[in-house]
């Protein structure tokens, strides 16, 4: 089974920072694409940013010049870094892994529990 833990949400002034940070753990072989999600109240899941295991990137739009994603392939992790936060960044964060190779030769995708982060105006 393989799992996703994540950490570094919380409440930030706007224009500030924060880092998520999301851990892989369990019994696989490799794991593709990882990346973060986030679903505001009322709103849909979308993608805000994800990297290839050979580091290619993709962003939203709206956090583009602002988040960064990065990843410790030796560790398993990626990290979410978000410079100057606006209100509307408010949303759960959610760490995904797809493509993650396990016994069998079978690919799954895996999502974490979920991170809040809160910006204030």
């Known amino acids: 089974q393989v799992q996703l833990v994540e950490s570094g949400g919380g409440l930030v002034q706007a224009g500030g920072s924060l880092r998520l940070s999301c851990a892989a753990s369990g019994r696989f072989f490799s794991i593709n694409d990882m990346g973060w999600y986030r679903q505001a109240p009322e709103k849909q899941r979308e993608l805000v940013a994800d990297?290839?295991?050979?580091?290619?990137?993709n962003y939203v739009d709206s956090v583009k010049g602002r988040f960064t994603i990065s990843r410790d392939n030796a560790k398993n992790t990626v990290y979410l870094q978000m410079n100057s936060l606006k209100p509307e960044d408010t949303a759960v964060y959610y760490c995904?892994?797809?493509?993650?190779?396990?016994?069998?030769?079978?690919?799954?995708?895996?999502w974490g529990q979920g991170t809040l982060v809160t910006v204030s105006s």
């Open positions: 995904n892994a797809d493509r993650v190779l396990v016994e069998g030769y079978r690919f799954l995708e895996v």
């Open positions: 990297i290839t295991s050979g580091g290619s990137t």
